[in-house]
């Protein structure tokens, strides 16, 4: 999971593979490879997009004059080399929108995860041209702060919309923990139903999020493939309030318990002896008859 999207400049085309699988290179979206004149070839590695360039220009792949070359070897004179290798893979990029305020006016921190990839594959039916728009024009600093930008205002939104509460619970997979959990003990009885009704709505949130950023992005040569409301933190007041009301009615809860338990013993003791007396009458009637 990365906070930045960055580019950056590698010795040669066959470091990418190992450059891209490093350890905090999760942003890393951009790579543009060195030029070895002494080297009659070039190569593209398996899992990129690949700009090839002579003398500063594009090379045109193929009979398509796809701007996009495929993994391979392939020769090339002195002047010729890849300029640039896009990563096919998917990414995953955390943006944390701080100072949202709530529909009761709390302010909380929205910590919020998408995964995209960069489009250009022809075996999928995209534009190889897409590649290129989003090497020259958009680049990972610009695509960056335009999601930062675009999630900010969409999280915002859906704050607005919510009690704080009710916030706590969309977080993404937390439908049963928000209904059982820190949300539900936030509220009373009453309110046990709108926050399954939220947990649900989480759900939906994210998916109406994926298609307005998808539809503002896709145009750009990337593509949402997931929208992630991983947490939701609150004021630390707030916190040990809805922790303090979770522990009343986890206490409520284990009482009731253990009243279920007591009745049930003595039930089954009482069953117990009934059923105890009626055998030691028997047995005693047997005797008398034998």
Known sequence: MAQTLSSRE??????APVIFGSK?????LVVRPGNNALVPWCSVPEGFYALVTTSGAEVLYGEKQSPVWPSGWFLSGPFTKI????????????A????????????????????????GDERKGEDPGMVR??????????????????????????ARSL?????????????DEAVAGAAGGANDDSDDDGNEGT?????????????????????????????????????ADITQQMSNK?????????????????????TLTNEYNAKKVDYDELRDKTEAEG
Request: charged letters at 25%; glycine letters at 6%.
């Open 10 to 15: 590698i010795p040669d085309s066959l470091d």
């Open 24 to 28: 905090g290179s999760g942003g890393l």
């Open 83 to 94: 300029s640039h290798l896009v990563t096919k893979q998917t990414v995953i990029f955390d």
């Open 96 to 119: 944390p929108v701080k100072g949202c305020k709530t529909a009761d006016n709390v302010t909380v921190q929205i910590d919020v995860s998408v995964a995209f990839r960069i489009m």
């Open 133 to 158: 728009t989003f090497v020259h024009q958009v680049t990972p600093a610009g695509l960056e702060s335009q999601l930062k930008d675009a999630l900010a205002e969409e999280i915002r939104t859906l």
């Open 163 to 175: 009690k704080h509460t009710q916030v706590y619970a969309c977080r993404t997979g937390a439908h």
């Open 199 to 235: 947990a649900d709505r989480g759900v939906d949130v994210t998916l109406e999020m994926k298609k307005r950023l998808n539809n503002q992005f896709e145009r750009q040569g990337v593509q949402i493939s997931d929208v992630m409301i991983q947490d939701v933190k609150l004021p």
């Open 246 to 266: 979770s522990l009343v009615r986890s206490k409520k809860e284990y009482e009731m318990m253990e009243q279920r338990f007591e009745m049930q013993n003595i």
